[in-house]
């Protein structure tokens, strides 16, 4: 079974910066793509922020580009997701995600608020 944890979420004012990670109990490498997705309290579906695949390039949501880097940690095996000048509209739970062929895996989720 595959698991993943994300770490760094929190409460943050206007301009801030937070670095959310994510421990995956497979080799990174094991994946189709590896990507950070989030959830507004009124949102109906999961967005996808930024994905990294296997193969070809990174993906950012319109809204973050030039905010936002998604990388791959080789040493401690994670996903990591830089936010910079985060906004208020930035404000979501961050879910981490795993593709693998067909199957999607999900980690539990962490909060991020950024609020004056």
């Known amino acids: 079974q595959v698991q993943l944890v994300e770490s760094g979420g929190g409460l943050v004012q206007p301009g801030e910066s937070l670095r959310l990670s994510c421990g995956v109990s497979?080799?990174?490498?094991?994946?189709?793509?590896l990507g950070w997705y989030r959830q507004t309290p009124g949102g109906k579906q999961r967005e996808l922020v930024a994905s990294i695949p296997s193969a070809g390039s990174t993906y950012y949501e319109d809204s973050v580009k030039g905010r936002f880097t998604i990388s791959k940690d080789d040493v401690k095996n994670t996903v990591n997701l830089q936010m910079n000048n985060l906004k208020t509209e930035d404000t979501a739970v961050y879910y981490c995600n795993a593709m693998y062929g067909a199957l999607q895996y999900w980690g539990q989720g962490t909060q991020v608020t950024v609020s004056s």
């Open positions: 497979l080799s990174i490498y094991s994946f189709t793509a």
